[in-house]
């Protein structure tokens, strides 16, 4: 709510926007905010954040346990060092921020480290509670978008303490320059009276190995503090109120006054930009000391976005659960840093922590442009505004830095995929020079920062040869972000650019080779020297002294110790997954793999000898392509079998890093019977878990899905009608959802001839 | 002497040091700064920096005048806006910084704008002063390394006031993101008490086109203020203590109390760290209010170190001046921001605002190198610091941020000149690897910023194709640099990269084209295309429409309207000069002439015509050439004519842009008789115009110069003994100098034998 009032105030024509999803939120009664349980996915591969956050929310904060993992959360029994200010969701790598962090304690003024094991850990969505044992302190948090509240009840008469420590983060070693490593630049505090202390810590590094960073904070209390003791380093300063950056960790022990309340609030807002900037940023977000009413404010800007995707009430609580939270993971990156940009000025919108795109393209992306094109298109801007000062956009950011890159340049497939939908408010012609820009300017030294590693030799051969990292899944991306650029050019009539890119969208061709079977399958996306010669025994890295080779096979995940591991042919997959992964060009696939049945047999033992790989997502399309052999029956047994198997409302309930909601959203897809072909301006058409979806568009247009007599068995598309009329393919447009409607399934117990001859698009 | 009592807590080694040092200081009694004159060189081209500032120092407080230009200062008539904390010498291009502005006036608190003329302006070394007329201020400031002391004498029983601009800079324009043009991102301020004020400004763009830069102050007051009124953008806001950072500009107007004094001294520390280190800074530098102390104490500072070339007594009052000044110039940048860096901590040395090294490494950073090789040492760290953190060495940098390139990656040459010249305290292995990344890794789009801008054609075909802007000198510069890396890699016995470079150190031969004759010359780099063929026509830029072709010829300066100035085949000068700017192989460039009598009448045509510029720096060794065919006596002829015609001790007495004292340094080596070939071992004999120089030098060991019968008629030299010994080559090795020693000639008035038998070194 709060971020559709902020444009209210800008823009006149956005009024009758809030009206109408305040209407829709009024309509929505139930409390959908109640279905999120931020546990799911929290604890095994899932790193997903637990604490309280706004949908895109810059502040996060929540427990930081050691020893330090990517999301600071972790299960009991692990202590929790404290409650830092920001972080991310779901990722993988050296972690990124867990700035700022507060820890109340009682007693002496003394030591920096009041860790705590804890018990009665409550997590709901805006809210988050623990009793900290060490001195049986309750936690409360909540937040707003750039400021976080807390309220600490200690025991009655206890000596009420607070430690700030400006020097905490996540992912801290010892070794200068360790790759991925956060590492320490500096900090500073100060009290600046008896109710608050603002400061800043700056550091560089994490997963993208990104140039420093700043996250000054302003804390403010409603207690006043009876005496503190500053510190810098391993030196206490009682009563002195500042210690300035000498490059040392720097925090402030607060004692509170005696009075009649066991309980301190305590807000701290956060800025990128400024110490003043985060006290604004209180004093415009929390003008109270009301713990409930930001706890209800958030819950309202949740429930207006959840509810514009209504299912089945009579659905079962797991699945509530299940789509609800998967909203709201989807939703809790990029985060809005609008106004909030220490690089450059101005109204535009700045979002950061796109962590990666590469994760986020395929899923994230088309789901948010569904619940809210507008967010969407910001986000694309953002993408734009990066593009334009920064140079490149970025395929990952975080910490105002570009960095890293994966695989290919996939901030490209979400201009197209925003072309492709119709989203208005793009300057396209700008988006096409951005695209370009990662097509025909190497980006150097900097190739695991931005742009197209290997970009010299793939733009003079067709394909990415051996010797450049990830070769194989570069050569596959590229090729289908060729295709992307070309797109969006033949849209805006520039032929010539058209003509180019759809050329290099068969580059995959380049690697495949046709003569490779294995396991029954023919044809593989394989290694290539630059001279064009295919690699059977495949040399690792550049040694002087040492020449090891080792037969490499579409199975092979091995990289011996002298080489990074991200510098394989593929990155975190295998060729069985990659040569799958060519989503604009399947029926070519198809008929490279040997034909329809030759196809089926080679999904069939990726799946049955598990060689798909349910944790990443390389192989979140997968599924879906029995589609193209006129299957979408098998589609979806596929489907129902990954969701049976590997999804569900545990802390364990994601089978991978939920990567900024990228698992979570093709579970919500999945669950709603559609799924996108991201870049492009379709969807396959699945067998819906849900009984009845509604889309509540930001348009002001419904469309539902309603699956008449679904049920366990019942799991086949029988029949199908679009607002009243016979519907035989198994793919929908955009345009079909966007105009409003009603998809009506009549499901059954067995595969029938529905979505078998009209197959989805693709190039041959 | 402050920069060395700092290292001497850090050192003990350095405690012998610091008292030879003091004892050297003791010993030239004469205060040597009294014969720098800042004035010099400060109208016209020159544009060096007029204020106070110590040697490499962080804070250069200067009058800024309306309209804005690169020093920040104007000849009068024209109004001075207010005194800015930081600034560059003699720089040309967008400006850069100007930052936080004050101003003295008097009256009510109203308007940001308090600009007035002047009169009685006075410039000395560390001090300035001026009257300000509209309010009859007399203003004077002096300076500590990183805070300004500011010293305002108002009308008797004036109301007191003082602006404080936080949203001040250099070089501003209307439209968003010009190139070069600074551009305002934020700003803050705040008043802390009655007699301190604190804020900062981020400021991107400029000249290197950098990324957003912030400097941070603390402005404290020997008088308490009464009221005051801080601005955001163009609102007042009477007794509002602070104005966050909302993208717009803030200041504040300050109104002093009424006392006893009309004397309101300020003094301003500066950081790129925090509001909290700028406050430090002036607690550790100026921990008192005495103007004449810290005048003395910066004056005792700079007398240390030009005290460590002495010359002459009796030379002439204009002689010393330019002398000295010229030293000065050459040790106001690259400024030491140790300790003040917010990309990354540590106590190595940090240095900024190498502006550029392409204009530096000729002259000024051999002239440091004698002067004081630690202070090299330290800056060459710098370069590897920047290196291992921001991965490319730069060639310009400012604002904490790499850009811009001119020509080649020339840091190479001062690793090399560290090198020959035997500096220790450098790891010259890490700083192969930093050249080395230079000539191996392109810095694909950030070409502008760093590294070799058309490195795979370089690598490729040996030489940089007419397409790829400034082809011309990047060929030229990069064959030099490759000799650089050669030179190093042989020294370290690194032989597979050394047979590599020394080879590649030939490839301005790729470009030398051998039959073209012009004015009597043979022979000159040209443009060539990418396919081999040699370009007398050229198509400028690339353009759909339109393919515009023009002869090109050695003389060709043109550019047309539709490519950047910096686009052409050479960068700021033309093949009659970078033909000749091949400083490794002359005795080749001499034979590829045409031999002796050919190349010297092809120096005769390029100086007698007028082709020679004696504003820039790609000609700076060319007055020398003549010493590799036996005739010093016409080189010195030469310089003596440029001296004389374009250097004297006016305001317009540099005839380019000082660039960092790349101007004042060639004039001070040529005053001293001997003139540095950068980046290798040696320097050539000249007659010198003082009749006696002695080296004070760091290690303690003199060397002395002595012309004996020197006069205006006697200016060439007759013979020379080195150590008592005859010497009759006209280069001098840099061991020589270093193990301290006598260089006496003996002077006449007519060409002599003396230096034409055994010529200077080079490679055939």
Same mark, same amino acid.
């Given at each position: 709510m709060l971020n559709i009032h902020s444009r209210i105030s800008k823009i006149c024509s956005c009024l009758l926007m809030a009206l109408l999803s305040t209407v829709q939120l009024t309509k929505a009664q139930t409390a959908l905010h109640q279905y999120v349980d931020p546990r799911i996915g929290s604890e095994g591969l899932g790193r997903v954040f637990i604490g309280p956050s706004y949908p895109f929310g810059m502040v996060k904060p929540s427990p930081d346990c050691t020893p330090r993992p990517n999301s600071g959360w972790l299960p009991d029994p692990a202590p929790v060092t404290g409650f830092g200010q920001v972080h991310v969701s779901g990722t993988g790598g050296?972690?990124?921020?867990?700035?700022?962090?507060?820890?109340?304690?009682?007693?002496?003024?003394?030591?920096? /480290?009041?860790?705590?094991?804890?018990? /009665?850990?409550?997590?709901?969505?805006?809210?988050?509670?623990?009793?900290?044992?060490?001195?049986?302190?309750?936690?409360?948090?909540?937040?707003?978008?750039?400021?976080?509240?807390?309220?600490?009840?200690?025991?009655?008469?206890?000596?009420?303490?607070?430690?700030? /420590?400006?020097?905490?983060?996540?992912?801290?070693?010892?070794?200068? #320059?360790?790759?991925?490593?956060?590492?320490?630049?500096?900090?500073?505090?100060?009290?600046?009276?008896e109710t608050e202390v603002r400061g800043y810590s700056r550091i560089r590094g994490g997963w993208n190995n990104g140039a420093a960073y700043t996250v000054f904070f302003d804390a403010v209390f409603d207690q006043p503090i009876k005496n503190f003791s500053t510190w810098k380093g391993t030196k206490f300063f009682p009563g002195i109120k500042q210690q300035f950056d000498s490059g040392q960790k720097t925090g402030v022990l607060l004692a509170f006054k005696n009075g009649s309340t066991d309980t301190v609030n305590v807000k701290v807002g956060i800025s990128f930009v400024s110490e003043g900037k985060a006290k604004d940023n209180i004093d415009q977000e929390i003008p109270h000391w009301s713990f409930e009413k930001t706890l209800a404010q958030l819950q309202n800007s949740w429930n207006n976005l959840l509810s514009r995707i209504e299912i089945d009430k009579d659905a079962t609580l797991d699945q509530k659960k299940m789509f609800y939270t998967g909203l709201y993971h989807t939703m809790l990156m990029p985060v809005n840093r609008t106004h909030e940009n220490p690089l450059w000025s101005g109204d535009e919108p700045y979002y950061d922590d796109f962590y990666a795109i590469w994760d986020t393209f395929r899923s994230s992306n088309p789901l948010i442009t569904l619940i809210s094109p507008k967010r969407q298109t910001e986000i694309v801007n953002a993408l734009l505004n990066i593009y334009k000062h920064d140079g490149y956009m970025p395929d990952a950011r975080s910490g105002n830095y570009n960095g890293r890159t994966q695989g290919g340049s996939n901030a490209e497939v979400l201009i197209a995929d925003a072309y492709a939908k119709g989203l208005t408010g793009i300057n396209y012609s700008l988006a096409l020079d951005a695209m370009l820009k990662d097509a025909t300017v190497p980006p150097g030294g900097l190739e695991e920062k931005e742009g197209r590693g290997g970009l010299p030799e793939y733009n003079k051969l067709g394909y990415v040869p051996y010797h450049i990292p990830r070769a194989g899944n570069r050569t596959t991306d590229y090729a289908y972000e060729d295709y992307c650029i070309a797109m969006v050019a033949k849209g805006l009539g520039k032929n010539s650019v058209y003509q180019r890119f759809i050329k290099q969208a068969d580059n995959w061709r380049n690697l495949w080779r046709d003569d490779y079977t294995q396991h029954g399958a023919k044809g593989f996306i394989m290694p290539k020297d630059s001279a064009g010669h295919w690699l059977d025994t495949i040399p690792y890295g550049i040694s002087v002294n040492q020449h090891p080779t080792f037969t490499y096979t579409p199975l092979s995940r091995e990289y011996p110790w002298y080489v990074c591991h991200w510098c394989g042919f593929f990155y975190e997959a295998t060729s069985w997954e990659y040569s799958l992964s060519i989503p604009h060009q399947i029926p070519a696939l198809v008929e490279k793999s040997g034909g329809k049945e030759a196809f089926k047999q080679r999904l069939d033992t990726l799946f049955d000898k598990k060689f798909y790989n349910v944790d990443n997502e390389p192989?979140?399309?997968?599924?879906?392509?029995?589609?193209?052999?006129?299957?979408? #029956?098998?589609?979806?047994?596929?489907?129902?079998?990954?969701?049976?198997? %590997?999804?569900?409302?545990? %802390?364990?309930?994601?089978?991978?890093? #939920? /990567?900024?909601?990228?698992? %979570?959203?093709?579970?919500?897809?999945?669950?709603?019977?559609?799924?996108?072909?991201?870049?492009?301006?379709?969807?396959?058409?699945? %067998?819906?878990?849900?009984?009845?979806?509604?889309?509540?568009?930001?348009?002001?247009?419904?469309?539902?899905?309603?699956?008449?007599?679904?049920? #366990?068995?019942?799991?086949?598309?029988k029949s199908a009608k679009l607002n009243g009329k016979d519907y035989n393919q198994s793919w929908i447009e955009h345009a079909n959802i966007v105009n409003g409607g009603q998809l009506l399934f009549e499901m059954t117990d067995k595969p029938t001839n529905w979505g078998t001859q009209i197959l989805p698009p693709g190039k041959n």
């Amino acid at each position: 709510m709060l971020n559709i009032h902020s444009r209210i105030s800008k823009i006149c024509s956005c009024l009758l926007m809030a009206l109408l999803s305040t209407v829709q939120l009024t309509k929505a009664q139930t409390a959908l905010h109640q279905y999120v349980d931020p546990r799911i996915g929290s604890e095994g591969l899932g790193r997903v954040f637990i604490g309280p956050s706004y949908p895109f929310g810059m502040v996060k904060p929540s427990p930081d346990c050691t020893p330090r993992p990517n999301s600071g959360w972790l299960p009991d029994p692990a202590p929790v060092t404290g409650f830092g200010q920001v972080h991310v969701s779901g990722t993988g790598g050296g972690p990124k921020y867990g700035n700022i962090l507060i820890m109340p304690f009682k007693g002496s003024l003394t030591g920096t /480290d009041h860790s705590s094991m804890r018990q /009665d850990e409550k997590m709901a969505l805006g809210y988050y509670s623990v009793l900290l044992k060490k001195h049986n302190i309750k936690t409360e948090i909540t937040t707003a978008e750039k400021a976080s509240f807390y309220k600490f009840t200690y025991p009655r008469n206890a000596a009420k303490a607070l430690a700030i /420590d400006a020097g905490f983060f996540l992912g801290e070693q010892p070794v200068p #320059d360790s790759r991925e490593a956060q590492q320490f630049v500096g900090s500073e505090i100060e009290v600046v009276s008896e109710t608050e202390v603002r400061g800043y810590s700056r550091i560089r590094g994490g997963w993208n190995n990104g140039a420093a960073y700043t996250v000054f904070f302003d804390a403010v209390f409603d207690q006043p503090i009876k005496n503190f003791s500053t510190w810098k380093g391993t030196k206490f300063f009682p009563g002195i109120k500042q210690q300035f950056d000498s490059g040392q960790k720097t925090g402030v022990l607060l004692a509170f006054k005696n009075g009649s309340t066991d309980t301190v609030n305590v807000k701290v807002g956060i800025s990128f930009v400024s110490e003043g900037k985060a006290k604004d940023n209180i004093d415009q977000e929390i003008p109270h000391w009301s713990f409930e009413k930001t706890l209800a404010q958030l819950q309202n800007s949740w429930n207006n976005l959840l509810s514009r995707i209504e299912i089945d009430k009579d659905a079962t609580l797991d699945q509530k659960k299940m789509f609800y939270t998967g909203l709201y993971h989807t939703m809790l990156m990029p985060v809005n840093r609008t106004h909030e940009n220490p690089l450059w000025s101005g109204d535009e919108p700045y979002y950061d922590d796109f962590y990666a795109i590469w994760d986020t393209f395929r899923s994230s992306n088309p789901l948010i442009t569904l619940i809210s094109p507008k967010r969407q298109t910001e986000i694309v801007n953002a993408l734009l505004n990066i593009y334009k000062h920064d140079g490149y956009m970025p395929d990952a950011r975080s910490g105002n830095y570009n960095g890293r890159t994966q695989g290919g340049s996939n901030a490209e497939v979400l201009i197209a995929d925003a072309y492709a939908k119709g989203l208005t408010g793009i300057n396209y012609s700008l988006a096409l020079d951005a695209m370009l820009k990662d097509a025909t300017v190497p980006p150097g030294g900097l190739e695991e920062k931005e742009g197209r590693g290997g970009l010299p030799e793939y733009n003079k051969l067709g394909y990415v040869p051996y010797h450049i990292p990830r070769a194989g899944n570069r050569t596959t991306d590229y090729a289908y972000e060729d295709y992307c650029i070309a797109m969006v050019a033949k849209g805006l009539g520039k032929n010539s650019v058209y003509q180019r890119f759809i050329k290099q969208a068969d580059n995959w061709r380049n690697l495949w080779r046709d003569d490779y079977t294995q396991h029954g399958a023919k044809g593989f996306i394989m290694p290539k020297d630059s001279a064009g010669h295919w690699l059977d025994t495949i040399p690792y890295g550049i040694s002087v002294n040492q020449h090891p080779t080792f037969t490499y096979t579409p199975l092979s995940r091995e990289y011996p110790w002298y080489v990074c591991h991200w510098c394989g042919f593929f990155y975190e997959a295998t060729s069985w997954e990659y040569s799958l992964s060519i989503p604009h060009q399947i029926p070519a696939l198809v008929e490279k793999s040997g034909g329809k049945e030759a196809f089926k047999q080679r999904l069939d033992t990726l799946f049955d000898k598990k060689f798909y790989n349910v944790d990443n997502e390389p192989s979140f399309l997968t599924p879906c392509l029995y589609h193209w052999i006129g299957r979408p #029956d098998l589609s979806t047994r596929r489907i129902r079998q990954i969701v049976t198997e %590997s999804f569900n409302t545990t %802390s364990n309930g994601l089978p991978g890093n #939920d /990567d900024s909601g990228a698992m %979570s959203s093709w579970l919500a897809f999945q669950m709603m019977g559609f799924y996108p072909n991201a870049g492009q301006s379709y969807y396959l058409l699945n %067998s819906p878990m849900l009984k009845h979806v509604t889309l509540h568009q930001e348009n002001g247009k419904d469309f539902t899905i309603t699956a008449k007599n679904l049920s #366990d068995k019942n799991m086949y598309i029988k029949s199908a009608k679009l607002n009243g009329k016979d519907y035989n393919q198994s793919w929908i447009e955009h345009a079909n959802i966007v105009n409003g409607g009603q998809l009506l399934f009549e499901m059954t117990d067995k595969p029938t001839n529905w979505g078998t001859q009209i197959l989805p698009p693709g190039k041959n």
